[in-house]
């Protein structure tokens, strides 16, 4: 809870550990599914090109679940890690099967791969959880992704643990999606499962429906602002005829006559529904009357020339 900076962060996980912050399960696999495939052949390159592993890798599964269940398949001896973001202490729990380091071992050391593979037995060994961290890393790189869209993880991915100290592991409850991927070779295979709880993953599809909402706003905008453009307004020019007091004003009769100011002329103004635009001098082009556009309206230089007659 430390880590939490508002009360709505608080608020928000209280609410995931009694309900579970979960979206429509179709959308969420419907993601997942879409993330999984994303990065199945650029994983396949990667390993077998520039790591050097002969292993086959593939999208087997894509299911709601719960983070608390990534080792429920795992059996008794895995490697896990637990991968933050910027927005999550736990953004990617990633748990490799046995089998799934013996097919990485065969693969990066030089195995026959049409021969059998061992099955380890026990706790890894310190080298065995170095592989596993490399498999890790590599799935979290493909899986991070870039732009709006990225899970921002924060790399390099932690050692993976194992034994006891991965049985042992608390992990924070919550909706989740499950991905599991094949690690295989003619005669074994392996599964490495990935979990991202559903809060990251539909903040993540929040952020890229808001930019395409957003895009979508700015093109309305446009469009509303091209319109409103095109619509007609009325124009009037007024011109200030004389300052009296309001005894004066009260005293004013049928048939008076006003003076206008000496330089009234020159301080005509537009305006367009009770706006005033701009400053303007009153002329006449032949027989018609005319205005002349000196400068913007000022309100504030305006009103002070009120508090302060010339």
């Given at each position: 809870?430390?880590?939490l900076?508002?009360?709505d962060d608080?608020r928000?996980?209280?609410?995931?550990?009694?309900?579970?912050?979960?979206?429509?399960?179709?959308?969420?696999?419907?993601?997942?599914?879409?993330?999984?495939?994303?990065?199945v052949?650029?994983?396949?390159?990667?390993?077998?090109?520039?790591?050097?592993?002969?292993?086959?890798?593939?999208?087997?599964?894509?299911e709601?679940?719960?983070?608390?269940d990534?080792?429920?398949?795992?059996?008794?001896?895995?490697?896990?890690?637990?991968?933050?973001?910027?927005?999550?202490?736990?953004?990617?729990t990633?748990?490799?099967d046995?089998?799934?380091?013996?097919?990485?071992?065969?693969?990066?050391?030089?195995?026959?791969?049409?021969?059998?593979?061992t099955?380890?037995?026990?706790?890894?060994s310190?080298?065995?959880?170095?592989?596993?961290?490399l498999?890790?890393?590599?799935?979290?790189?493909?899986?991070n992704?870039?732009?709006?869209?990225?899970?921002?993880?924060?790399?390099?991915?932690?050692?993976?643990?194992?034994?006891?100290?991965?049985?042992?592991?608390?992990?924070?409850?919550?909706a989740?999606v499950?991905?599991?991927?094949?690690?295989?070779?003619p005669?074994?295979?392996?599964?490495?499962?990935?979990?991202?709880?559903?809060?990251?993953l539909?903040?993540?599809?929040s952020?890229?429906?808001?930019?395409?909402?957003?895009?979508?706003?700015?093109?309305?905008q446009?469009?509303?602002?091209?319109?409103?453009?095109?619509?007609?307004?009325?124009?009037?020019?007024?011109?200030?005829?004389?300052?009296m007091?309001?005894?004066?004003?009260?005293?004013?009769?049928?048939?008076?006559?006003?003076?206008?100011?000496?330089?009234?002329?020159?301080?005509?103004?537009?305006?367009?529904r009770?706006?005033?635009?701009?400053?303007?001098?009153?002329?006449?082009?032949?027989?018609?009357?005319?205005?002349?556009?000196?400068?913007?309206?000022?309100?504030?230089?305006?009103?002070?020339?009120?508090?302060?007659?010339?």
């Amino acid at each position: 809870m430390s880590g939490l900076a508002t009360m709505d962060d608080s608020r928000a996980l209280v609410i995931e550990r009694l309900v579970g912050d979960s979206g429509e399960a179709s959308h969420v696999i419907g993601a997942g599914r879409s993330m999984g495939e994303r990065i199945v052949s650029p994983l396949q390159k990667r390993l077998s090109n520039e790591i050097g592993a002969q292993v086959s890798i593939e999208l087997r599964t894509v299911e709601v679940s719960r983070t608390i269940d990534a080792r429920s398949q795992a059996g008794g001896n895995f490697a896990m890690t637990v991968v933050p973001s910027s927005t999550s202490s736990d953004a990617l729990t990633m748990v490799m099967d046995a089998q799934a380091v013996a097919v990485m071992i065969c693969g990066l050391f030089g195995g026959d791969p049409d021969a059998a593979i061992t099955p380890i037995e026990r706790d890894l060994s310190p080298l065995e959880a170095d592989i596993a961290t490399l498999v890790f890393e590599e799935i979290a790189q493909a899986l991070n992704g870039s732009g709006k869209r990225s899970l921002d993880l924060r790399f390099p991915v932690p050692r993976a643990m194992s034994g006891q100290e991965a049985r042992r592991r608390v992990l924070r409850d919550g909706a989740a999606v499950r991905l599991v991927f094949g690690l295989s070779t003619p005669t074994e295979s392996g599964a490495v499962t990935v979990m991202i709880p559903q809060r990251v993953l539909l903040t993540q599809r929040s952020g890229a429906a808001e930019d395409e909402e957003a895009v979508a706003k700015t093109e309305w905008q446009e469009r509303f602002s091209e319109e409103v453009m095109r619509s007609a307004v009325t124009l009037e020019a007024t011109m200030p005829l004389a300052r009296m007091t309001l005894g004066d004003l009260a005293r004013l009769h049928t048939g008076q006559v006003l003076e206008i100011e000496e330089n009234a002329q020159a301080r005509a103004q537009l305006s367009a529904r009770n706006k005033t635009l701009f400053v303007c001098e009153f002329g006449k082009l032949g027989q018609n009357y005319t205005v002349r556009i000196k400068q913007p309206f000022d309100a504030g230089q305006d009103f002070i020339d009120g508090l302060m007659p010339g």
